[in-house]
C-alpha cells in the first residue's frame, strides 16, 4: 500500500491533485486505514494501464 505522500512522489504530481481527483472520481481509488489514506499499488498500476490506453484499445 502507498501513502498519499509516496503516490505523490511516484506519479510525480502534488499531493493537492491526488485529492482533487479523489473528489471527482479520478485516479485510483483510496481506502482509509485508520485516519489515513492509502492507495493499493495493484490499483495504481491498473489505473495507470488506463490511462496509456490499456490492453485492449477499441478499434477506431
Same mark, same amino acid.
Given at each position: 500500500?502507498?501513502? +498519499?505522500?509516496?503516490?505523490?512522489?511516484?506519479?510525480?504530481?502534488?499531493?493537492?491533485?491526488?485529492?482533487?481527483?479523489?473528489? +471527482? @472520481? &479520478? @485516479? *485510483?481509488? *483510496?481506502?482509509? +486505514?485508520? &485516519?489515513?489514506? &492509502?492507495?493499493?499499488?495493484?490499483d495504481?498500476?491498473?489505473?495507470?494501464r488506463?490511462?496509456? @490506453? @490499456?490492453?485492449? *484499445?477499441? *478499434?477506431?
Amino acid at each position: 500500500m502507498m501513502s +498519499v505522500e509516496e503516490l505523490s512522489a511516484y506519479l510525480d504530481v502534488p499531493i493537492r491533485t491526488l485529492y482533487d481527483w479523489r473528489r +471527482v @472520481g &479520478r @485516479g *485510483p481509488c *483510496p481506502i482509509h +486505514v485508520g &485516519r489515513q489514506l &492509502r492507495y493499493f499499488v495493484s490499483d495504481v498500476l491498473a489505473d495507470q494501464r488506463e490511462l496509456s @490506453g @490499456g490492453a485492449n *484499445p477499441t *478499434p477506431g
